[in-house]
Each structure stands twice: as C-alpha cells, then as structure tokens.
C-alpha cells in the first residue's frame, strides 16, 4: 500500500487533485460532504457542480484560458476532457451541460480503483502523520470546522471570508497621455498613475455610476435564507444586504464605490477620488478629482483601481469606468466583486508547491488558495495533486516556468508585491512580456504564447525524467 493522500472536497480542484494522484500509482481518499450534507449553493452530489455560470471560459488555443486548458490536458486533467466531451453551444466559450457533466464526472472518480470515496464531512485534526499528506480543496464555502481550523493554521489576518476587491486592468491599455505617474505630495515615489477629471468628466461619471445596473443580491452570503445556485436568495430584504455589507466592512474595511456616490455627488472627490497632493502636468494645476491606479504584480503589468470595489453588472462596470479619463480603452483582467469567498493570503503562507509554509504535508488548493474560476481552481488541483503523487513517490516535481499558464497563476500567488492580496484569474497580464519591448498588442500577446508553449514543453521533458510522476494516461 502507497503512502495515503487526503484530499477534502470533491469541486473541480479536489477532483483533479485525487485524480492525478490515483493516475500515477497514488492511493487516495477523498471526503465529500455532499449530498447528506450540503452548502447553501449547492442542490445535489455530483462531484464538480457548476454552481454559478456553465460556462468554463475561452476554448481558443490563442487566449490565457485556452492556454491553461491546453496544459491541463497535457498533464492528465479529468475536467477539461469530461467538459469537452459534454459541451453544448457557447460560441467560443467551452460551456457544458451541467447535469451530465456532472455525473461523468462522478462516475469517474467513483470507478477509479485507487480512489476511496467518503461520503461524509471531514473532522479538522492537528496535523497529517509521517509520510501523509493533506490537501485541501473545500472552496469558497469551506464549513466553518475548516475555516476556523485554517484561520489557527495560519494567523486569522491571513485568511478572509470576503472578496472585496477593485477591477484591474492591463498596464498596456492605459491611456499615459492622461493618466499621470505621482503619489499625494510626492511622497513615496512615482509608483501610482492618477487619473484626473474635470468637474464635468466627474459629474458624467457619478451619474452613470449610481445609475448602473447591479448583480442581485444573495442572502446567504449574510448568513440568510438559502437561494437557488447563482441566483438571488428568496427572502432577501434589505436587512439580509445591510448585514452583508457589514460583515464585508469588518472584514475587508470597504464600501461599494457606488454606495459611497449614492450619498452625495462630490462624496467620491472628498473621499475615494481626492486629488490632495496631486498636480496634472498637462494643466499645472490639481485635478477637481482623481481615480489613482497602483500596480497589481511586480513587473507593474497589470493595475488595480484603488478603492474601487463594486457590486456593478461586469459588462456596467466595463462601460461604467471607461468614462475614467484615461481608461477610455482599458482592458479588464478582472472585474471588481464583493461577494463571500473564502481565502488565504497565498504569498505569506503558501509555498510554490501550495503546501502551508509553517505546516508541511498540508496543502491547500482552488479557490482557496486565492485563483479565481472553474479553470483556475482545477489547474491548481493538478498541481496539487502532482506535488502530493511525487511526494508519496520519493521525487519532488520541478516548478513550471514563469511564462507558462501554470507558472504565471503560481506566480500571482508568490507575488509579494506590497498590496492587499486578491484572487485573479488567468489573463495575458500575468503572462510576462517578452524580453525585447514590443508595442503591438498582437505581436506582443504572440510571443508570450509562443514562450509559453516553449517553456511547457521544457517542463514536460522535467517532469518526465522524473520518471514516477510523468502522467501515465
């Protein structure tokens, strides 16, 4: 008998990490709660329920997504084939139907010789023994046994029950001309661009801010009645939002930048916007406001809004903060969101091989670990399920290469840069820029796909003189 893998949670990321495990020899059991106990987003057993959209993003070769999905197959993911093999329409999406991609799915696992299946809750206990490891892949409704078991693992301010973070955009998409580098009174260097307005461009952006269509609320992210997967809670009330929006502003400090402008016209110049400190060099004078944008990553290839954060439709927000001047042709790697989520702060208590930095044999893998997406959550349960296999094997996996889909998600989650850390998905921004400058933006996204593919099938022959942890198919 193997060395035994734990893997808790039977989502995308704990299926694909018992499953590259089992398809390499390893023994594993894996604990799935559901059906006899469920959460608030879930409605049945399958293995992998899509709770939200179906859709599992762009199948292009030529996209980030398409990218990952690429390598994911390559390494012997379950997800991406049993997706494939289950599509429905979805335009350059890859969609599934839910219903039977769940089921093939389960049925899967369930017949996986070296898979013991537990139909039960896991119980946290101290620690894994000698020659065990433990992944955990409970997502972003982890049950609150485990999420208190991991806040005492790794430091309560490290670990957070909410997203509230602002849109991002790639570095490439702002508009210099108009957004202008300098931190309030000069003080600790040019590290942020400011965006000005003029009165008018302000008051148009107000208008259209408080006016924009917003997602519906959910009550059971305050800990209300229980709605249908991805939809408004029945029962919602506006006690249920108030008391949501509370526990977001205790945990995370923030408002909805719209809740903030619905007080006032010149509430966001006097608070989020303020241009104190700040002078436009295009006019020598202070800006009636200023929207700041500080870097997201170290190579400063990608910016977040600063206190931005939003409840806004993603196609409002779009339409919304183009009218930023600026930001007239942004592109958005990610969309601002305040929403519960469950996660940890990846790049002061993980390793690159997602194992708790201060608690060896533990891992911690999907949403958790603070990716974001179907996609994501599964990549990082290969991942994770190929670090355990090659542990119980006696060999450690080489780490991807920074260029690849795997290396750049790996990347944002080691980034130490000085920021409050938030979740990201897969986007062109974390993929690095080629060596020599480039200004075309297909040329650009060209060759950091052509360095991807290179530095993947470097790893691949890696991997494989490793011998036991090559995927056997």
Request: one cysteine or more; charged letters at 25%; a neutral charge.
């Amino acid at each position: 008998m193997r060395p035994m893998v734990t893997v808790v949670g039977a989502g995308f990321a704990g299926v694909e990490a018992a499953w590259a495990c089992a398809q390499r020899g390893v023994k594993v059991r894996l604990f799935e709660m559901r059906p006899s106990k469920t959460t608030p987003a879930h409605t049945t057993g399958w293995f992998g329920e899509l709770v939200c959209s179906n859709s599992l993003k762009s199948k292009l070769p030529t996209s980030p997504a398409g990218l990952l999905k690429q390598e994911m197959s390559a390494l012997g993911s379950l997800v991406i084939p049993t997706a494939e093999a289950h599509a429905v329409p979805g335009g350059e999406a890859l969609a599934v139907d839910r219903e039977s991609f769940g089921r093939a799915l389960t049925t899967a696992v369930e017949g996986n010789p070296n898979i013991e299946v537990v139909r039960e809750e896991w119980v946290p206990q101290d620690r894994p023994t000698a020659g065990e490891t433990w992944i955990l892949a409970t997502g972003p409704l982890s049950t609150d046994p485990v999420s208190e078991w991991l806040a005492a693992l790794t430091g309560r301010k490290h670990l957070y029950f909410y997203d509230a973070v602002s849109p991002t955009v790639e570095a490439a998409s702002i508009d210099t001309s108009i957004a202008f580098a300098q931190s309030r009174y000069d003080k600790g260097g040019d590290d942020y661009l400011n965006c000005p307005f003029d009165k008018d461009q302000y008051m148009a952006f107000v208008r259209e801010l408080v006016s924009a269509e917003r997602v519906p609320f959910r009550a059971f992210e305050a800990g209300g009645v229980r709605g249908g997967p991805g939809e408004p809670a029945s029962g919602a009330s506006p006690a249920d939002e108030g008391a949501f929006l509370e526990k977001v502003k205790y945990f995370a400090g923030c408002t909805p930048i719209e809740a903030i402008a619905e007080k006032g016209e010149r509430s966001l110049a006097f608070g989020n916007f303020k241009p104190v400190g700040l002078t436009d060099p295009r006019t020598g004078r202070r800006p009636y406001a200023a929207l700041q944008l500080r870097p997201e990553n170290g190579e400063k290839s990608l910016y977040s809004l600063v206190a931005c954060q939003n409840r806004l439709r993603f196609g409002e927000q779009k339409r919304v903060f183009r009218l930023v001047p600026g930001l007239e042709h942004a592109e958005f790697v990610r969309y601002g969101v305040i929403h519960r989520n469950t996660y940890i702060d990846a790049p002061r208590v993980l390793s690159p091989f997602l194992e708790l930095r201060e608690h060896p044999g533990i891992l911690v893998t999907g949403q958790l670990t603070g990716v974001e997406g179907y996609v994501e959550s599964a990549a990082m349960g290969v991942w994770a399920g190929l670090v355990a296999a090659g542990r119980a094997l006696g060999c450690e996996p080489a780490l991807p290469p920074r260029e690849t889909a795997f290396g750049s998600l790996l990347g944002h989650l080691q980034d130490t840069v000085e920021r409050e850390f938030a979740p990201m998905n897969v986007n062109w921004g974390l993929l690095p820029d080629p060596v020599e400058p480039v200004r075309d933006k297909g040329v650009k996204r060209a060759k950091k796909l052509e360095a991807a593919h290179r530095g993947f099938s470097l790893w691949m022959e890696r991997l494989a003189e490793t011998g036991p942890i090559a995927f056997r198919g």
